[in-house]
């Protein structure tokens, strides 16, 4: 089944909400980036939060969300933009503390508990928006639901969940994002409220065959529910050789030239796919006599 993203409305406008899949996207960042369980799990909470994230947006517009916390996983960094691209990655793949309490991957004992979760938004203007606030239990579910309250001041719930499978693979990735709009009535939360705390873990109803528009019915009610738009999402990283072509050029010359005389070559890897490029000398020379010749980019 292809990953995909639905936005909508619900109760008469006054609730806004997404809900989204995610496996291929998330087992694919896995894949790339060699992440054990646990950090699989983190990583993908992150990617389908950050996904929904960018869904709010129009545009060429895209954020950052960054996870700074003292578990040994952390960094996480994740990009995403309005048309369901997102890509990420963690400081440390290599991480599998040992389960819970409630027996299930401890994400919080990955990310960690005492930081941060800061969200940048690049909405093409002078200034980026930039908001932040502490972790308030690492699980992430919770401290994106607590981002929105405090940096945004929507009440919102967010719900993000990740089934690892005995292989390893994702089994299921996914996630919701509820948020209360001016003139919601005491009742209509009540009820919310309610389904909420009744309904499984979100990635369990994934696995079990839900799709968006059916976890949202699951949540709100599917006489309540208005899906506005559905697109599908993908990890997809905007890094190229001709980018980083084009970052070579813009260093000076000497550098350039040490990089052909003394190293023959030279190699770099992007951070959020792992994808690596080389430039032998001959490449560099090149890159060089363009420079030389008054074609930097612009």
């Given at each position: 089944?292809?990953?995909?993203?639905?936005?909508?409305?619900?109760?008469?406008?006054?609730?806004?909400?997404?809900?989204?899949?995610?496996?291929?996207?998330?087992?694919?960042?896995?894949?790339?980036?060699?992440?054990?369980?646990?950090?699989?799990?983190?990583?993908?909470?992150?990617?389908?939060?950050?996904?929904?994230?960018?869904?709010?947006?129009?545009?060429?517009?895209?954020?950052?969300?960054?996870?700074?916390?003292?578990?040994?996983?952390?960094?996480?960094?994740?990009?995403?933009?309005?048309?369901?691209?997102?890509?990420?990655?963690?400081?440390?793949?290599?991480?599998?503390?040992?389960?819970?309490?409630?027996?299930?991957?401890?994400?919080?004992?990955?990310?960690?508990?005492?930081?941060?979760?800061?969200?940048?938004?690049?909405l093409?203007?002078?200034?980026?928006?930039?908001?932040?606030?502490?972790?308030?239990?690492?699980?992430?579910?919770?401290?994106?639901?607590?981002?929105?309250?405090?940096?945004?001041?929507?009440?919102?719930?967010?719900?993000?969940?990740?089934?690892?499978?005995?292989?390893?693979?994702?089994a299921?990735?996914?996630?919701?994002?509820?948020?209360?709009?001016?003139?919601?009535?005491?009742?209509?939360?009540?009820?919310?409220?309610n389904?909420?705390?009744?309904?499984e873990?979100?990635?369990?109803?994934?696995?079990?065959?839900?799709?968006?528009?059916?976890?949202?019915?699951?949540?709100?009610?599917?006489e309540?529910?208005?899906?506005?738009?559905?697109m599908g999402?993908?990890?997809?990283?905007?890094?190229?050789?001709?980018?980083?072509?084009?970052?070579?050029?813009?260093?000076?010359?000497?550098?350039?030239?040490?990089?052909?005389?003394?190293?023959?070559?030279a190699?770099?890897?992007?951070?959020?796919?792992?994808?690596k490029?080389?430039?032998?000398?001959?490449?560099?020379?090149?890159?060089?006599?363009?420079?030389?010749?008054?074609?930097?980019?612009?």
């Open positions: 089944m292809s990953d995909y993203l639905v936005k909508a409305l619900a109760y008469d406008g006054k609730v806004r909400a997404y809900a989204v899949r995610s496996t291929a996207m998330v087992q694919e960042a896995a894949r790339r980036h060699d992440t054990w369980r646990t950090v699989t799990a983190a990583l993908g909470r992150s990617l389908s939060a950050a996904t929904m994230m960018g869904a709010m947006l129009k545009g060429e517009e895209k954020i950052t969300v960054k996870i700074e916390a003292d578990g040994p996983a952390t960094p996480i960094i994740v990009d995403a933009n309005a048309t369901g691209e997102v890509r990420g990655y963690v400081s440390n793949p290599h991480v599998d503390p040992d389960r819970n309490k409630e027996g299930k991957l401890n994400v919080a004992e990955a990310v960690g508990r005492n930081g941060s979760l800061s969200v940048v938004k690049y093409g203007l002078k200034d980026n928006f930039t908001g932040s606030v502490p972790l308030v239990s690492g699980e992430l579910g919770e401290d994106f639901t607590y981002y929105f309250a405090k940096s945004e001041q929507t009440p919102t719930s967010v719900g993000l969940g990740v089934i690892i499978d005995k292989d390893e693979s994702v299921a990735s996914g996630g919701f994002i509820i948020q209360l709009m001016p003139g919601i009535t005491d009742d209509v939360i009540d009820e919310i409220e389904k909420l705390n009744a309904m873990p979100i990635s369990k109803l994934i696995q079990s065959g839900l799709t968006p528009e059916e976890l949202l019915h699951t949540i709100l009610g599917e309540n529910v208005r899906i506005l738009d559905q999402v993908a990890f997809q990283c905007q890094c190229s050789k001709e980018r980083i072509s084009n970052a070579i050029m813009g260093l000076n010359e000497e550098d350039i030239s040490a990089m052909i005389e003394e190293d023959g070559g190699e770099t890897q992007c951070h959020f796919c792992n994808e490029y080389v430039f032998d000398k001959w490449e560099l020379q090149e890159i060089l006599d363009e420079k030389r010749a008054g074609n930097e980019p612009q």
